[in-house]
């Protein structure tokens, strides 16, 4: 009777001690559960995206056209030579406008490798945006910007 009441003691001491061993190294539990938060992002934090685009070296043409929605603004360009790509409407100061003036910056990114200069029709570019009502109620001129001239357009 001695023994099994000494074993029954011994194991109700041994539950007992387990919560303090909950986070011990011995319980095997806790052998591959030690999570740590790891991260590949430098410690600054990542580099903001530098747009390294230019200006489209002539505007040659742009029109506003009116939608439901708002409007559609569609400019076309000259470049130097064939081969740019990333044809951009970017506007400025974060789409408000300045003076009562919508100003976007037409952007192009230049050719990888050396191009020919070609046709002026190969060396045309076009790009488009929609301005959505709320952006333009109240504009009454939109700008299209680019390296040697301006295009611009009332309301």
């Known amino acids: 009777m001695h023994k099994p009441l000494l074993a029954s003691l011994a194991l109700v001491l ?13 319980n095997p539990f806790n052998w591959f559960s030690r999570d740590s938060a790891e991260t590949l992002a430098p410690s600054g934090g990542w580099a903001t995206e530098i747009d390294r685009r230019a200006l489209v070296p002539l505007v040659t043409e742009m029109e506003l056209i009116r939608t439901t929605g708002g409007a559609l603004l569609r400019a076309s360009g000259q470049t130097e030579t064939q081969g740019w790509w990333d044809v951009e409407l970017r506007e400025t100061n974060r789409g408000r406008p300045v003076d009562g003036a919508l100003i976007y910056e037409f952007v192009v990114a230049q ?10 029709q190969s060396r045309t570019v076009s790009a488009a945006v929609k301005i959505p009502t709320p952006r333009i109620d109240g504009v009454r001129r939109v700008v299209v910007r680019g390296a040697q001239n301006a295009r611009s357009v009332n309301r």
């Open 111 to 120: 050719p990888r490798t050396p191009m020919p200069v070609s046709t002026e």
């Open 14 to 26: 041994a539950l007992g001690a387990c919560g303090s061993a909950r986070d011990s190294r011995l």
